[in-house]
């Protein structure tokens, strides 16, 4: 079934949220689908976005400084026009692609997602993107290739926070080429419509919805298959608290605190926190990836 994953409404069918919200209900009424249509586990719940002021002003995005608040005050200074990604490694068609470029070709489309950080906050976001194997299968995978990694722009007069060892700049960040291609991965270039801010990884990042929050590595420059597992920059850091595969298991806790429920953003300060969900509410979707693997010893 090709199009399971796609969406009926793309960024360019959204002008704001208020509008957002009433085509997603008059869609779901119309078709008599639950519109969050995307992705299995996520529709049959009908999920509850948050609001553009929650996705877009608690942030990680260390590049611009480590409170939540630094990437929306600092952010803006990114110049992310015009852009390009270098896409090599083992391609047929390896090269410099410019971003708009990559976005004639690919198909935007609308993907609610439930997004969970390792620091056990969460939040829901309708991201507009496209499929990263759409990119892949473009670029050309070769047989060898195994993994795709992934870097972020290292600019020092443009981020602020570089400045400071935090992580070994540039960020980076990898995937095996199964969970590189499987559907629900996306580059997301958009939320609510608009063109995704700053803060959030402008002008194009990494969603992979089953992951901790740190996977999805943001304003990506350079993609590249390999035949290895690359390193990421949170496992280089501290590699006993945050392993390559990371995916979302409230069974298995961080050596520092709980992972078995979370706190949804938005909610002021005295809300519930949630249970956590295996593969952050995915499994239907993507514990074949990892059967027979051990997720307690691959982290
Ligand atoms: N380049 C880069 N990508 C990054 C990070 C970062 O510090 N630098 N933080 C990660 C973490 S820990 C999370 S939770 C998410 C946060 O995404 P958001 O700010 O859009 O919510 O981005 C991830 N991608
Ligand atoms: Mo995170």
């Known amino acids: 079934m090709a199009n399971r994953w796609k969406n009926t409404l793309t960024y360019r069918d959204v002008t704001d949220e208020a509008t ?3 085509r997603r209900q008059l869609l779901a009424a119309a078709s008599g689908l639950a519109l969050g249509s995307i992705a299995g586990t996520a529709q049959a719940e009908d999920l509850e976005a948050n609001s553009w002021e929650d996705i ?9 400084g480590t409170s939540k608040s630094d990437p929306a005050k600092y952010a803006h200074t990114l110049v992310t026009s015009p852009w390009t990604v270098k896409i090599d490694g083992l391609v047929d068609n390896p090269g410099d692609y410019a971003f708009d470029d990559i976005m004639s070709k690919m198909t935007v489309e609308e993907r ?8 056990a906050w969460s939040m829901v ?11 892949l299968n473009h ?27 935090v992580l070994d700049w540039p960020y980076v960040e990898g995937l095996r080429l199964d ?19 700053n803060q959030n990884g402008a002008p194009l990042r990494l969603v992979v919805p089953w992951k901790y929050g740190f996977k999805s590595i943001k304003s990506i420059v350079r993609v590249t298959l390999t035949d290895t597992q690359p390193p990421t920059s949170w496992n280089k850091s501290n ?5 390559f595969y990371s995916n979302v298991n409230p069974e298995v806790d961080h050596p520092r605190w709980s992972q078995a429920t979370e706190r949804p953003l938005g909610g002021g300060l005295f809300a519930s926190r949630q249970p956590t969900l295996m ?6 979707e993507v514990s074949n990836l990892y059967a027979g693997m051990d997720l307690r010893a691959n982290y």
């Open 20 to 22: 957002f919200m009433n």
């Open 56 to 64: 877009t002003s608690y942030n990680n995005y260390y590049e611009f």
């Open 112 to 119: 609610i997602y439930r997004f969970r950080c390792v620091e």
């Open 125 to 135: 976001v309708p991201w507009n993107g496209f499929e990263l194997a759409d990119l």
């Open 139 to 165: 670029a050309g995978v070769q047989s060898g290739a195994k993994y795709v990694a992934f870097e972020t722009a290292l600019r020092p007069d443009e981020m602020p926070g570089v400045r400071y060892p």
């Open 179 to 197: 969970e590189a291609m499987h559907p629900l991965t996306m580059m997301a270039t958009g939320i609510y419509g608009k063109d995704i801010p």
């Open 239 to 243: 590699g006993r608290e945050y392993g």
């Open 279 to 284: 593969f952050n509410g995915y499994e239907e």
